[in-house]
């Protein structure tokens, strides 16, 4: 299955012709520019033909315009040399303000470089993040009453994760209509190759460019500095660059980025504004069809025909991205993620959408040299993303049952793990009897656990708690509410239910264990004093598992002691895998990716090994099959080695030895 690579915005492949003219570059045009021999004289040829291609493409007339590593560098040169100026002119007595201003949505390395540099300086002015309204451009009313007190403004030309346009002209217009004296950054990374530029003749100060975001490698880009704007060198040393950037030129980086920006001048190698919005409309239509109740979180008209950003009521970005990646579709998240929770994107927050928009985003981007086949391609796959999540019953938005892709991605029986910040909620699905329980609802999670009920056409046989909820049972009324069910409490008054083997409810103090047939527990606190009470009356066995309902990653526990690791190295890598296979004929290989995701991939893992899956959130049921004697050998594995380690890591715990992960998981697997 090949890739299809939709992260351009963050970085992209590099173009043939650029591959070829680094390598050429290297390979005999490796002269030192500065040396005054042929071989020097070649290489500054090629570089100054580079520096002069740049300047017509961008219009930068007198200004300077300097090779260097990138756009952080950039950013940093031009923070540096405008707040140096403001650092003399305040000292020579001149008025230059108190706000050193940029915009909301800006990219960390602007207001990071700000704060940097400020304190370094010692210029301690104030730091203030200029809103943006619901569309994501700057508030032209904000920036208007501060632009009197601003010493430095960083405004973006276009946002990386929206793909939003700035008003540039309309910022241009209000700051010669109060004839500021601001000095303005432009970052133009993603402006690069995707909008006209005609630098010289706007009011831009700085304009910083990285070429990896335009088929150039990493490592290389370009500052444009307006001609009598102020400039101070960042490195120094052997006056390279006429003195503007010391250190002995990046000559590779240099021919490459030669290279795109002849395919740029050349109007061909790229595709129009026109195409690559004809490509986004049809992205954008594959998304909605095939993930009902998607909203995107940019406007069409106002942003780069490259970039998509949406969100899917109830489903996370850490599940989109796994979704995606396991059918091939490379995409990011917009939102940062951490151990446990989903960081909101600052971006989305600045634009003021709703909170669960702003932390479960999708950014899927492409590039001016993406082909129509490649679009076509993630079409198809988007499609299949789609069936697999509609068909596991957990899209919220989607109530009609689908059949599944494949057998497994239908969680109609058994146990499953839902997970919000940190705590868990426990789904006892029982085909059988068609019926489910739900333990420990969260708020979040109700949209989700509704669609499940709705879409499998269970009954609900309970909803209960095994601690007092923290919402004071909030979310289990709202969960009877999205049913419409009255009451769920259908225990009797030993506290049984005719449920699956057997549901008991057992009080330990303030904690309810809901005894599942004898193989499965859950529990609120994990504590001593509860385990103790289930030991007592030899109420739960040694391979009793026990499911909390907090989400400490540990996914489950027996009341057997913790076991030390006693066995080989977790972790096997593909290479290792390869020969560790046939020496365990009797190994058991496991998928602990999601149903949907198993569902989405398309082609053979581990070619010749029978697979079992057993989603990470389905693990708790399958534990203590695997611990009864004579335990065999098991491998997890995963996307990226995060979730088959979680999975070893448990089995360890509980005295299974022989547990293992594939470290790096599918992502580095050969293909
Ligand atoms: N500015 C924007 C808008 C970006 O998207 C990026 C890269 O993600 C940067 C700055 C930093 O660029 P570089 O990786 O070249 O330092």
């Not at 970085?11 to 040396?35: F, I, Q």
Request: with cysteine.
């Amino acid at each position: 299955m090949k890739d299809i690579y939709l992260d351009c915005n963050a970085t992209t492949g590099v173009l043939p012709a650029a591959v070829a003219a680094a390598s050429a570059a290297m390979a005999h045009g490796y002269g030192n520019p500065s040396s005054t021999h042929a071989t020097g004289l070649q290489a500054r040829a090629m570089m100054d033909g580079v520096r002069a291609l740049a300047r017509r493409l961008l219009g930068s007339g007198e200004g300077r315009l300097m090779f260097n590593s990138g756009a952080t560098e950039g950013i940093q040169t031009a923070v540096l040399s405008a707040l140096c100026a403001l650092r003399e002119r305040r000292d020579a007595g001149q008025r230059i303000g108190s706000l050193l201003l940029y915009g909301a949505t800006e990219h960390k390395a602007v207001p990071e470089s700000l704060a940097h540099w400020n304190r370094l300086l010692g210029l301690n002015l104030t730091l203030r993040a200029l809103p943006v309204d619901s569309d994501g451009r700057h508030d032209l009313a904000v920036l208007d009453e501060l632009i009197g007190e601003t010493a430095m403004l960083c405004t973006m030309a276009a946002n990386n994760e929206t793909g939003v346009i700035s008003d540039l002209t309309a910022i241009a217009q209000l700051l010669e209509e109060r004839g500021a004296h601001a000095c303005w950054m432009v970052d133009c990374v993603q402006a690069l190759g995707k909008l006209q530029l005609n630098l010289a003749a706007t009011r831009i100060d700085y304009a910083p460019f990285s070429g990896h975001k335009l088929y150039a490698p990493k490592g290389i880009g370009m500052l444009y500095v307006r001609a009598g704007a102020p400039f101070t060198p960042l490195i120094m040393g052997g006056g390279q660059e006429t003195g503007q950037r010391s250190g002995t030129e990046n000559m590779a980086g240099i021919a490459a980025l030669g290279a795109v920006l002849a395919a740029l001048d050349d109007g061909v190698t790229f595709r129009s504004h026109g195409e690559l919005a004809q490509f986004r409309m049809r992205l954008a239509a594959s998304l909605q069809s095939a993930l009902p109740g998607l909203v995107f979180n940019m406007p069409f008209a106002l942003s780069l025909p490259t970039t998509l950003n949406f969100s899917v009521p109830g489903v996370s970005s850490k599940e989109l991205l796994d979704l995606f990646d396991a059918a091939g579709v490379r995409v990011s998240s917009g939102s940062a993620c951490s151990a446990s929770k989903a960081l909101p994107s600052y971006v989305l927050e600045a634009m003021e959408v709703p909170a669960w928009r702003a932390s479960s985003a999708i950014r899927m981007s492409f590039g001016p040299l993406t082909d129509e086949a490649t679009i076509v391609a993630a079409c198809e796959r988007i499609e299949r993303c789609g069936q697999a999540l509609r068909a596991s019953c957990l899209l919220p938005s989607a109530p009609a049952p689908l059949a599944p892709l494949a057998p497994s991605s239908a969680v109609r029986d058994g146990v499953t793990e839902l997970s919000v910040d940190g705590r868990s909620t426990w789904l006892l699905a029982d085909a059988a009897s068609s019926s489910c329980v739900i333990v420990d609802p969260q708020a979040a999670l109700v949209p989700r656990l509704a669609a499940f009920v709705r879409c499998q056409g269970y009954r609900v046989q309970a909803i209960v708690h095994t601690d007092a909820p923290r919402d004071q049972g909030a979310a289990r009324q709202s969960l009877q509410e999205a049913l419409a069910i009255d009451s769920t409490d259908a225990f009797d008054a030993q506290g049984r239910l005719a449920f699956g083997a057997g549901l008991r409810r057992i009080d330990c103090g303030d904690t309810q264990v809901y005894l599942l047939g004898n193989s499965l527990a859950f529990t609120g606190a994990l504590d001593a004093r509860v385990v103790a009470a289930l030991l007592s009356p030899d109420l739960v066995t040694p391979d009793t598992v026990l499911c909390g309902s907090r989400d400490d990653g540990s996914i489950c526990a027996t009341v057997r002691p913790v076991q030390p690791a006693v066995a080989p190295a977790l972790q096997l890598d593909t290479a290792g895998l390869a020969a560790w296979l046939p020496a365990h004929p009797d190994a058991i290989v496991v998928d602990v990716r999601e149903a949907h995701e198993q569902a989405a991939c398309m082609g053979q893992v581990f070619d010749g090994h029978a697979v079992h899956s057993v989603p990470l959130s389905r693990l708790a049921g399958a534990v203590a099959g695997w611990l009864r004697a004579p335990q065999r050998p098991i491998v997890f594995f995963c996307r990226s080695g995060n979730r088959s380690m979680k999975a070893a890591q448990c089995l360890r715990r509980l005295g299974h030895q022989q547990s293992f992960s594939l470290n790096g998981g599918l992502a580095l697997a050969p293909r």
